[in-house]
């Protein structure tokens, strides 16, 4: 069992560049441009939404939304709180890295768990990933929106992810019952966003839409922005099952017969549920070794996740029953 | 994804710099159903190794159970996203795609070519600063390819690839090349399409697209992606005055005011001199905030915060740009019009306009043609159907500063909004101002309606009933003037079939006269009101943004609206004219609450349920909520 990571150690990594400078001589770089395009919507939901809030996953993703979102409204602090869905089965060290930002951004975060998933005591080992997904994310985000009165919801997907999401608008409506209608989604020209909806309908909204994974590593090099360590590769305890290693973060993941966790050098491309994420074999200890590595592996990063490989256009299915 | 490079391996640090460095080119690409567009933006994806193992060995499985190349890799199968058009082989929406070469990165909107889907070219073209156009070289140029080109122009995209697909079954004939970009370039002078690059090309075996063709040694010209690192990304916006939209006031605590927006044109320094618009108030930049630190000056595409040197009032949606080089105020403009609803655009119906960050009502005058984009002919129209796209005359209910879309994107690109389904229904792209509201002003006269109610001792009203035909509205209407009349008010009734028989006798009852018929009534219940009259009027009024309007052309507290509710069953059995009788039959038309929507008023200031109460008791109802509320004006 690896000792749980001290929070001295969560830094990001040695980056001996500095930030672009503002006014280049030429023409502003593609990140110049994606940043201040969503600062721009970042901005427009806080002016239009009446009760906005950030989702926050601990993630690369959550990681660059965030200084994005402290970046947008600076001397301000954002004007809106941050939610975690904690379905419990997080990596310990995103626990501990979510409150370290909390509490060095003076953020107002919520933490969320589906009560009744959790009385119920569903998990990943005893149900399944999908009925684990469904009950303690899907399910729990609705709660939370529900419970808050949240109606204008930031979430940190790219349109590269997935075929699905090439498709999403920046602002996606969603019935009152968090429905997404593919159908029924309004038209986004040049930078004109229509925030107006009904009372109990909501807004999830997207201002990474057009970041790539390339640009989202890159622009956490340049602007040197913490991350967890977990994105780092390192000696870490882990069990080979089906062709994917899972970390074993605490006691409570069951060890077959024959199991036995051993220390490889791994690392993550996607941070989620410890039992649900695949740890990569990988000796990326600086930001681009990681990036290095990323351009030069041949998988793409949703692979780690389990819940695509389920059917065809899972996704699309997912995001009409409220999945974000 | 990023492209492969030598660097990446060997110096990862020297390949990070470089691609830090590189532009963004945003473009669309179209073409009709079965041009190949899917498959080139595939090839585009697989040609820069933006595809990875797994997508790959997905995309040759889904090649084989569904794929429409006997089993080859079929490249559209990577860009088809939703299942739906998985199965229909079509593509229904705008999707984006990236990709990066060694100097720039790519985001590219997939518009679709089906024709019911202009509202989707449109969006994607609005933030496209390039498009190609592909041609079937066996089929030429069809009347979408005209109605694509013709979007690409009006959008104001000056960067156009023609791309000559598939010219592999056409066997590299340069002949029937050199026919097509003839015929395009005919058509292309005619919508003053200055100029474009024909570029023959074959998108699923990749010729011409990353590489030259062997197959073409006549052409010597750029490759589709030569032709896409070497278009001009268009800067010279930093060269324009300096505009920029507030989005928000950024106000963390009494000693810091702050204007957050995002430089729509110009360059702003430190010292600038600025005019706020529509205000025309002037003062100085003191700062430009940014995290980690203040800049200097800021361009065109930034997102910043500007403080100011003085306290000047500024709210969201105003606009700060160069004091010696502001842009105008208008509240009437020509425009473009683009309609994207199911719902038709209906003359003289307000509608929410966003501009920059600034939201207003408006409402079409008057449509001066509807555009035919197969033929380019102009044709009178009294509506804007789903995907028609006409120049109108715009009225706002305020003023606001704007320039024309040729001009810039951002300060003429403007979309309409449908005030009940929030749904966005129209895009627009202002032409010009009209001046004539300039040369009609209000006329100031020195009686005015204080003076005139004070004489009357009243507060002139409107009391406006709505409700379905037989609901008992002009029975009720007539007892209420009845009541006020007796007690010494000066009233005017206004009824519907009595308006009818003159002032708008011109009006039949298609959706758009029935919103005209409400306008010019509520227009002169308006100047009623200015007279100092209490006015009450009985029409059917079924929309709630007709209803809108007259309250809004009224002062706070002028308009009472009466909601007659009554049950269409019971109005229907009652049928005092004859008329449900009519509409059943389908003698009658466009009948509110048999074939057109009768929409309930929310939050009416008085409600009347016709089937617990009588006309008599409906009116002394109606008599002591006004009274009621006289009792400043009574002497």
Redesign the interface.
Same mark, same amino acid.
């Given at each position: 069992m690896e000792p749980a990571v001290a929070l001295s150690d969560i830094e990001a990594a040695p980056v001996?560049?500095t /930030? +672009?400078p /503002?006014?280049d001589s030429? &023409?502003?770089?593609?990140?110049? &441009?994606?940043?201040?395009?969503s600062?721009?919507i970042m &901005?427009?939901v806080?002016?239009e939404a009446e009760r906005p809030v950030m989702l926050y996953s601990v993630g690369k993703d959550s990681a660059v939304m965030l200084h994005l979102a402290?970046? /947008?409204?600076?001397?301000?602090?954002p004007p809106f709180p941050f939610l975690h869905v904690d379905t419990t089965w997080k990596f310990r060290e995103m626990i501990a890295f979510r409150d370290r930002m909390a509490r060095e951004l003076d953020l107002e975060l919520l933490v969320h768990t589906n009560p009744d998933g959790l009385a119920q005591g569903i998990g990943p080992f005893s149900h399944g990933s999908a009925v684990h997904t469904d009950v303690m994310k899907t399910a729990a985000l609705k709660q939370a929106l529900n419970l808050y009165g949240f109606d204008a919801a930031f979430g940190g997907a790219r349109?590269?992810e997935e075929?699905?999401?090439?498709?999403e608008r920046v602002f996606s409506f969603r019935s009152a019952e968090h429905r997404w209608d593919?159908k029924n989604q309004?038209?986004?020209?040049? +930078? *004109?966003y229509?925030a107006?909806?009904?009372r109990g309908e909501s807004i999830r909204v997207f201002p990474l839409?057009?970041w790539?994974?390339?640009?989202i590593w890159?622009y956490i090099? *340049?602007e040197n922005i913490p991350i967890p360590q977990l994105y780092f590769a390192a000696e870490r305890p882990v069990v080979e099952r089906d062709g994917t290693l899972i970390m074993v973060d605490d006691d409570r993941m069951p060890l077959k017969p024959g199991e036995t966790p051993q220390m490889r050098s791994v690392r993550f491309r996607t941070l989620g549920c410890y039992p649900l994420t695949g740890a990569v074999e990988s000796t990326a200890s600086t930001l681009?070794?990681i990036?290095?590595e990323m351009? *030069?592996?041949?998988?793409?990063e949703r692979?780690g996740r389990v819940i695509d490989h389920d059917q065809?256009?899972s996704m699309?299915?997912k995001k009409q029953e409220g999945y974000f | 994804m990023a492209h492969q490079s030598a660097l990446i391996a060997e110096d990862i640090e020297a390949y990070l710099t470089a691609h830090q460095h590189k532009s963004l080119l945003r473009f669309i690409t179209c073409g009709s159903v079965d041009d190949g567009k899917s498959t080139l933006i595939g090839r585009l994806l697989y040609d820069s190794k933006m595809i990875f193992e797994d997508q790959l060995s997905a995309l040759e499985s889904d090649s084989r159970k569904v794929g429409t190349q006997g089993g080859e890799i079929d490249f559209a199968l990577l860009v088809d996203g939703l299942a739906a058009e998985r199965e229909q082989g079509i593509t229904i929406d705008v999707a984006y795609r990236f990709f990066s070469t060694e100097t720039r990165k790519f985001i590219v909107a997939d518009t679709p070519g089906h024709e019911q889907y202009t509202r989707n070219m449109v969006t994607g073209a609005s933030t496209a600063d390039a498009a190609v156009i592909l041609i079937d070289a066996r089929k030429g140029v069809l009347t979408q390819t005209r109605r694509h080109s013709y979007l690409v122009k009006l959008l104001g995209i000056r960067h156009v690839a023609l791309a000559v697909n598939k010219m592999d079954l056409v066997g590299w004939d340069q002949a029937a090349f050199d026919a097509i970009v003839a015929d395009y370039t005919d058509f292309a002078r005619k919508i003053g399409l200055d100029a474009f690059t024909a570029i023959p090309i074959s998108g699923l075996m990749g010729d011409n697209i990353t590489a030259q063709s062997t197959d073409s040694e006549w052409y010597s010209g750029l490759n589709l992606m030569q032709w896409l690192e070497s278009v001009e990304v268009d800067d010279d916006l930093r060269e324009r005055p300096f505009r920029m939209p507030v989005q928000w006031v950024n106000r963390p605590n009494l000693d810091f005011r702050g204007f957050s927006g995002q430089i729509a044109a110009g360059t702003v320094r430190s010292g600038d001199r600025v005019k706020v618009l529509p205000s025309g108030r002037e003062t100085t930049v003191a700062r430009i905030v940014t995290l980690p630190g203040d800049l200097d000056a800021a361009v065109a595409g930034q997102s910043v915060t500007l403080t100011l040197a003085d306290e000047v009032d500024i709210s969201r949606g105003d606009i700060l740009a160069a004091a010696q080089d502001p842009l105008p105020v208008a509240n009437q403009f020509e425009a473009t019009l683009v309609w994207m609803d199911d719902h038709a655009l209906s003359p003289g119906r307000p509608y929410l306009l966003k501009i920059g960050a600034r939201t207003v009502t408006a409402s079409v005058t008057d449509i001066k043609h509807r555009v035919n984009v197969n033929t380019l002919e102009e044709n009178a129209a009294k509506r804007l159907e789903l995907n028609e796209i006409g120049v109108c005359n715009i009225n706002l209910d305020q003023a606001v500063p704007f320039e024309s879309y040729s001009e810039n994107r951002d300060l003429g690109g403007f979309i309409l909004i449908d005030r009940l389904s929030n749904r966005t229904v129209g895009a627009g792209l202002i032409r010009f101002a009209l001046r004539r509201s300039d040369n009609i002003h209000w006329q100031h006269t020195d009686v005015d309606k204080t003076a005139r109610s004070a004489l009357k001792s009243q507060k002139g009203r409107v009391v406006w009933l709505t409700g379905l035909s037989g609901a008992g509205k002009s029975t009720i209407a007539n007892l209420v003037e009845k009541r006020l009349h007796a007690n010494g008010r000066h009233t005017y009734l206004l009824d519907g079939d009595n308006v009818r028989h003159g002032l708008n006798k011109d009006l039949g009852f298609t959706e758009e006269d029935r919103v005209e018929n409400i306008r010019r009534i509520a227009e002169v219940a308006k100047l009623m009101v200015d007279a100092g009259l209490i006015v009450v009027t009985a029409f059917i009024s079924p929309f709630r943004a007709e209803r809108q309007l007259a309250r809004e052309l009224l002062s706070e507290g002028e308009f009472v609206e009466v909601f007659i509710d009554t049950p269409i069953a019971v109005a229907e059995a009652r049928d005092v004219k004859g008329l449900y009788a009519k509409a059943r039959s389908g003698a009658l038309k466009n009948f509110t609450g048999v074939d057109s929507p009768y929409e309930a008023p929310d939050k009416p200031e008085i409600r009347i349920d016709t089937t617990a109460t009588s006309a008599v008791e409906a009116a002394e109802q109606i008599v002591d909520w006004l009274e009621g509320r006289e009792a400043d004006y009574t002497i």
């Open positions: 001996t560049s /930030a +672009s /503002a006014v030429s &023409r502003l770089t593609h990140l110049q &441009r994606l940043e201040a395009e600062i721009h &901005r427009e806080a002016a402290v970046k /947008a409204f600076y001397p301000s602090r349109r590269d075929k699905s999401r090439a498709k593919p309004r038209p986004e020209l040049w +930078s *004109l229509n107006r909806k009904h839409s057009n790539t994974e390339l640009d890159q090099h *340049l681009p070794e990036i290095q351009l *030069l592996t041949t998988t793409s692979q065809a256009a699309e299915k | -």
